[in-house]
């Protein structure tokens, strides 16, 4: 069985900093890719940041200069850094693993920027 585990959400003061960590066990394909979604009140699930493998990475337009990602493949692990955080980046985010034939999702947890 997949299991992501995600830790690091909480409460941050805007123009602070958090780090976000997700952990993957089980059969995984060396080939994949992972990432970062988040979800606001009223709004759709957005894609907040991912990275291959291979390293490659995609960030959302919001948080480019601001958010990065990065991975540990041996530990098929995914680390999200978020400085300058803003009120409007408020959300549950949702650690993502996915290949070709699956996808999977981490339970979510809450980032709040107060301001």
């Known amino acids: 069985q997949v299991q992501l585990v995600e830790s690091g959400g909480g409460l941050v003061q805007a123009g602070g900093s958090l780090r976000l960590s997700c952990a993957a066990s089980g059969s995984i394909p060396s080939i994949n890719a992972m990432g970062w979604y988040r979800q606001a009140p009223g709004k759709q699930r957005e894609l907040v940041a991912a990275i291959s493998s291979g390293g490659s990475t995609n960030y959302a337009d919001s948080v480019k200069g601001r958010f990065t990602i990065s991975r540990d493949n041996a530990k098929n692990a995914v680390y999200l850094q978020m400085n300058s955080l803003k009120p409007e980046d408020t959300a549950v985010y949702s650690c993502?693993?996915?290949?070709?034939?699956?996808?999977?999702w981490g339970q979510g947890t809450q980032v709040t920027v107060s301001s």
């Open positions: 993502n693993l996915r290949w070709a034939i699956a996808t999977y």
